[in-house]
């Protein structure tokens, strides 16, 4: 199926511990989308991207890093993971930066990391 | 800062009821302001979106209320449904050259009981 596909789909990080959450998407999308879900709370935009090579800060991007060598993949890099970025990730592509709100973007499943 | 607050945080209404959320923005800037829909251990899907220049968009049981002078918009459900339980976000969207960015309310809980 068609889509954007995320992994791991769970993982628990000791602090100070790194890794790097995978999203990849078939649709040739150019734009791509990092997002975190706190309990309780709407999505925040950590990253995002409008095609290979360029990406751009979001409104919570501080212990995060994003990098975009492809149009496919835009994976998220956590260096020294803290108990703050326990929360649950979200990937999102879209055919043009209209389409967020014309029924054109697609959210993975999401990762639920947990950092103890 | 919250740009976007969202109320109540749950709500619930017997089915065959209307399901009201409402939302309310501070900037003025915003292009579109859509509605997701999320279920437990899925990403948010788009439900209905609409233009600030619009008071009002009907897609089946769902309409979107929409007063520009208040910043103000709602969603309405129809006919609540068992099915409609799920989390439902507000969102304001900005279109800038690098991409389209979405502010998120905090979400309703909504339960349909049957």
């Known amino acids: 199926n068609a889509g954007v596909t995320q992994t791991p789909k769970f993982r628990i990080l000791k602090i100070g511990q790194s890794m790097t959450l995978q999203c990849a998407q078939d649709?040739?999308?150019?734009?791509m989308y990092w997002y975190r879900q706190d309990p309780g709370m709407g999505l925040k935009l950590i990253y995002y991207?409008?095609?290979?090579?360029?990406?751009d800060k979001g409104e919570v991007p501080n212990g995060y890093n994003v990098s975009r060598s492809t149009t496919e993949d835009f994976p998220l890099r956590l260096e020294l993971a803290a108990p703050s970025q326990t929360s649950v990730y979200f990937c999102a592509s879209s055919y043009s930066r209209w389409a967020p709100v014309l029924a054109m973007a697609f959210f993975g499943q999401g990762t639920r990391l947990t950092v103890v | 800062q919250q740009q976007v607050k969202q109320s109540p945080q749950s709500l619930i209404v017997q089915k065959g009821g209307i399901s009201i959320i409402n939302c309310a923005y501070e900037?003025?800037?915003?292009?579109?302001f859509p509605w997701y829909q999320q279920f437990p251990g899925k990403g948010p899907a788009l439900l209905i979106a609409i233009r600030p220049d619009v008071s009002e968009k009907k897609e089946g049981r769902f309409t979107i209320s929409f007063n520009k002078s208040a910043k103000q918009f709602s969603l309405h459900i129809m006919d609540s449904q068992p099915g409609d339980s799920a989390t439902y976000f507000c969102?304001?969207?900005?279109?800038?050259?690098?991409?389209?960015?979405?502010?998120f309310g905090e979400g309703t809980q909504l339960t349909v009981n049957p």
């Open positions: 900037n003025t800037a915003f292009d579109y």
């Open positions: 649709m040739n999308h150019n734009y």
């Open positions: 969102a304001a969207s900005k279109v800038e050259t690098s991409g389209s960015r979405l502010t």
């Open positions: 991207s409008v095609g290979a090579g360029i990406t």
